[in-house]
T-cell receptor, first 117, second 113 residues
Framework: NAGVMQNPRHLVRRRGQEARLRCSPV?????VYWYRQLPEEGLKFMVY????????ESGMPKERFSAEFPKEGPSILRIQQVVRGDSAAYFC???????????????FGPGTRLLVL | SQKIEQNSEALNIQEGKTATLTCNYT??????LQWYRQDPGRGPVFLLL?????KEKRKERLKVTFDTTLKQSLFHITASQPADSATYLC????????????FGSGTQLTVLP
């Protein structure tokens, strides 16, 4: 019974490069969330996706960041032209479908630690 | 503005004692509150969820209370062990359609042998 998988676990990029972070949710979960944890700070919500749809991206920076959750395959968080301030741990979480208005526990992956040189 | 505050950045207690962690929030009307544990270099691990109409929830040595009048949740670990040492995060679901969690900055608990 695999939990949320994220890869890579560590990613080093130089300024201006692209970073691609992958997340495979728990089997049977159709909701994916991305959070960012800056050094010495708490987890901050970035984006919430269901299969093929972005539901809420209110926490996502307007430029350079994008996310997708295709019908087949993992969810991808993409950061273009990375800057040093993007260095952080990026966590993916998933939850299963529930009735409208209900909230469901989110299960987190181990995170991807991005270091921008 | 909306705020979630956890009582202290660090808490040291002696093994066997009860650890009590506090989560206060302002300008929220959360429908659900959750507690997570996070170890260094790892993702948060879900511990307990409590709903706004529940006063208390227990799971083994863990107990959570939720007081919507005081806007506070207390998280207790009884008979604490060194293995309980970790950072504990409280997180809120707001009422309505929002599904994302809003996290406090966490309390780092150290249980001394």
């Amino acid at each position: 019974n695999a939990g949320v998988m994220q890869n890579p676990r560590h990613l080093v990029r130089r300024r201006g490069q692209e970073a691609r972070l992958r997340c495979s949710p728990v089997k049977g979960h159709s909701h994916v969330y991305w959070y960012r944890q800056l050094p010495e700070e708490g987890l901050k919500f970035m984006v919430y996706l269901q299969k093929e749809n972005i539901i809420d991206e209110s926490g996502m920076p307007k430029e350079r960041f994008s996310a997708e959750f295709p019908k087949e395959g993992p969810s991808i968080l993409r950061i273009q032209q990375v800057v040093r301030g993007d260095s952080a741990a990026y966590f993916c979480a998933s939850s299963r479908s529930v009735l409208a208005g209900q909230k469901e526990t989110q299960y987190f992956g181990p995170g991807t630690r991005l270091l921008v040189l | 503005s909306q705020k979630i505050e956890q009582n202290s950045e660090a808490l040291n207690i002696q093994e066997g004692k009860t650890a009590t962690l506090t989560c206060n929030y302002t300008n929220y009307s959360p429908a659900y509150l959750q507690w997570y544990r996070q170890d260094p270099g790892r993702g948060p691990v879900f511990l307990l969820l409590i709903r706004e109409n529940e006063k208390e929830k227990r799971k083994e040595r863990l107990k959570v209370t939720f007081d919507t009048t005081l806007k506070q949740s207390l998280f207790h670990i009884t008979a604490s062990q060194p293995a309980d040492s970790a950072t504990y995060l409280c997180a809120l679901h707001r009422s309505g359609s929002a599904r994302q969690l809003t996290f406090g900055s966490g309390t780092q608990l150290t249980v001394l042998p």
